[in-house]
């Protein structure tokens, strides 16, 4: 009978993971007519108290660098009040802004994945990557440097090289950061600071790296530039593809909030 029980583990947590992805599937975004008649079965009060709520849990998540999935706050937080969740919503993206400085911005449409970015750092250059005292803030600033002056696009083994060049070995295990491979492929990724896929039709296999969404939002590129030319000694004009490409999306708004 122990047996038995043991084997059926697994299957009831399949069974789980299914229903979560049918979870997903199941929610469309409600109509402005439906928000509206689902408003007047509610009182502002209990709007507010739901959007305190989900405010609370992306706040939470967003102290670990963890996108969130609207799938998961319907499902975890708005739950009954699914069919006023664009109101919610608004009124979340509202309270990060004026409240927290903050703001809350969908980088993938397709899935519906928030996270969120600091209006504030942006707006006076006060980034955190701009004077990066958390070291592992300043290992990932390593290597998105990496990546953006060499086109956006990196094999694997530079990466590791680069970083063996400043005694951060993948292949040991770091006093500060531990498991340093772990920490990229896997923290930085599921954090969409990168992205880490395999290069096609290579064997043995081999991957690349290339900037997450969340770095596009968050990290300035002319930043990096001057930086570069601070270590090289030189104007950030000398890499004129590099320096092109900084001040074209420098200029570009990509922190919008977004409301849906």
């Not at 919503?89 to 400085?101: E, L, M, S």
């Not at 397709?110 to 004077?131: M, P, R, T, W």
Request: charged share 30%.
């Amino acid at each position: 009978m122990a047996q038995r029980r043991r084997q059926s583990a697994p299957q009831n947590q399949s069974q789980a993971a299914a229903q979560e992805e049918d979870d997903d599937l199941t929610f469309t975004q409600p109509s402005t007519s439906q928000v509206q008649r689902g408003l007047e079965k509610v009182t502002n009060a209990q709007v507010d108290q739901k959007t305190a709520e989900v405010v609370q849990y992306v706040l939470v998540k967003d102290q670990k660098k963890i996108p969130i999935r609207r799938a998961d706050l319907v499902k975890h937080v708005v739950k009954e009040y699914r069919n006023i969740y664009p109101e919610i919503i608004k009124r979340a993206v509202r309270t990060f802004d004026q409240v927290f400085g903050l703001s809350l911005v969908e980088i993938d449409t397709k899935n519906h994945i928030y996270i969120l970015v600091n209006k504030l750092d942006k707006e006076e250059g006060a980034s955190q990557f701009n004077n990066p005292t958390n070291p592992k803030i300043g290992l990932l600033f390593v290597i998105l440097s990496v990546i953006f002056m060499k086109g956006g696009v990196v094999r694997e083994n530079l990466i590791w090289n680069t970083l063996k060049k400043l005694r951060v070995d993948p292949g040991e295990k770091h006093e500060e950061f531990g498991d340093v491979k772990k920490v990229v492929t896997d923290e930085f990724v599921r954090q969409r600071y990168l992205e880490y896929a395999r290069i096609p039709h290579t064997e043995p296999a081999e991957y690349e790296f290339r900037w997450g969404q969340r770095a596009d939002m968050e990290v300035s590129k002319a930043k990096i530039l001057e930086f570069m030319g601070q270590l090289h000694e030189q104007e950030p004009q000398s890499w004129s593809q590099q320096y092109r490409e900084a001040h074209s999306s420098s200029a570009q708004t990509g922190t919008s909030s977004s409301q849906r």
